[in-house]
Structure formats: C-alpha cells, structure tokens
Antibody, heavy 124, light 112 residues
Framework: QLLLQESGPGLVKPSETLSLTCTVS??????????WGWVRQPPGKGLEWIGS???????YYNPTLNSRVTMSVDTSKSQFSLRLRSVTAADAAVYYC????????????????WGRGTLVTVSS | DIVMTQSPDSLTLSLGERATINCKSS????????????LAWYQQKSRQPPKLLIY???TRESGVPDRFSGSGSGTDFTLTISSLQAEDVAVYYC????????FGQGTKVEIK
C-alpha cells in the first residue's frame, strides 16, 4: 500500500524559506497515471492547493503562490519537495502532500491519497 | 480561478437522517469533450487528512459506504448521506479539477 509522509521543520521565521519533503513508500513515483502535489490548511480553515508535479519534473503552481513556490522531485529517493520563500504568518498551516489521479491536463486531478500532514508555524 | 461555494456551512442532524450538502461552482466544470464533471468530494475528520469519497461528481471511491452519493452537473452538485451515522461527523469539501484545483469552504456535519 502506498504511503506518503511529510517531513521538515515545524517552525520557520518570517521572511525565511519553508522547506518540506514528502517521502513515498510502498510503490513507485514514476508513473504517468499520477501527479504529486501539496495542499495546505491554515488552522481552523479550508484547503488550498499549492502545486502539483509530474515525476518527470513538470510543475504547476497555484497562481497566488507562483512567485514564491518551487517544487522538485528525486525519484531515486522516492521523494518530492516544496520550497516556499519569504513566508509570513499567513503561511502558517498544516501542509499535506498528496497524490493526484491525473486527468491528463496540466497538473489537474483529484487527490486520492494523502499524507498525515505536518504543522508549520511561522514565528520569530 | 473557479470559485466553489458550499451550503450550508454547517448541518446538525439526528442519527439516521438524510444529510444534503450543496456545492456550486462559479463556472461549469462539465468538460464537453468527455461529458464528465470534474468534481470531487472529500471527508475530513478531526485531526485527520481529507479522504476522497466521490470523483467525477458521482463515482464512489472504493471502500466508501454506499450511503454516500454524489449528483449534479455543470455548476450545481450535491453530496448526500442517506442515513447519517456517528462516524460521519466531519467536515466535507468539494473540489473542482476542471482548471487549477480549488476547494469549497467546507460543510461541518454534526449529530444532534
């Protein structure tokens, strides 16, 4: 059974860069059927898609975050990563990595498998 | 962006009652080339990640009880729980994947 697990610092200072990694176990990332993505959820609030990527490295970002986001993949380690620059208090959230079943169109799909999430706090 | 609006924001019902959650998109999520509605529903229980319930607006994910059903087309969609169980207490989200993914604000379902 495929499992996703987020890892990274739980505390980031304002203006610095948030870096998270998602490790995929129990299966291969190198499939044309799926994208790999990040979704975040501020405490007590709803869900926001951050970005999706193909195992080949093609990336698709939420336009509202596009200027600050970079996603990357390392299939040899079965990992994909998120970097969010210049964080503020508004970036504090539970960050989920997830698998998207691809519709074949530019990073779009529905999320059929989720990690447990990791809480990131932004504070000096 | 396609804006997804759910109603109501919260719902309190008795065990065994029917729960109906609505989701409206700001533009159609029906793709004409395949006649599919690019809409999914998720259930999120307290302190857990979301769980996929329904995709293509009405296809139940494997393992999801058949008391959960999805319907609708174009811009108006409904998630129905035919007979509410205690384990259904959660927040429910719709999500469109017709364009860059966006979610509804969530509907909280509680037991009276």
């Amino acid at each position: 059974q495929l499992l996703l697990q987020e890892s990274g610092p739980g505390l980031v200072k304002p203006s610095e860069t948030l870096s998270l990694t998602c490790t995929v176990s129990g299966g291969s990332m190198s499939t044309t059927e799926y994208y790999w993505g990040w979704v975040r959820q501020p405490p007590g609030k709803g869900l926001e898609w951050i970005g999706s990527m193909f195992y080949s490295g093609d990336t698709y970002y939420n336009p509202t975050l596009n200027s600050r986001v970079t996603m990357s993949v390392d299939t040899s380690k079965s990992q994909f990563s998120l970097r969010l620059r210049s964080v503020t208090a508004a970036d504090a959230a539970v960050y989920y990595c997830a698998r998207l079943l691809s519709t074949g169109v530019n990073g779009r799909g529905y999320f059929d498998l989720w990690g447990r999430g990791t809480l990131v706090t932004v504070s000096s | 962006d396609i804006v997804m609006t759910q109603s109501p924001d919260s719902l309190t019902l008795s065990l065994g009652e029917r729960a109906t959650i609505n989701c409206k998109s700001s533009q159609s999520v029906l793709y004409s080339s395949d006649n599919k509605n690019y809409l999914a529903w998720y259930q999120q229980k307290s302190r857990q990640p979301p769980k996929l319930l329904i995709y293509w607006a009405s296809t139940r994910e494997s393992g999801v009880p058949d008391r959960f059903s999805g319907s609708g087309s174009g811009t108006d969609f409904t998630l129905t729980i035919s007979s509410l169980q205690a384990e259904d207490v959660a927040v429910y989200y719709c999500q469109q994947y017709y364009s860059t993914p966006t979610f509804g604000q969530g509907t909280k379902v509680e037991i009276k």
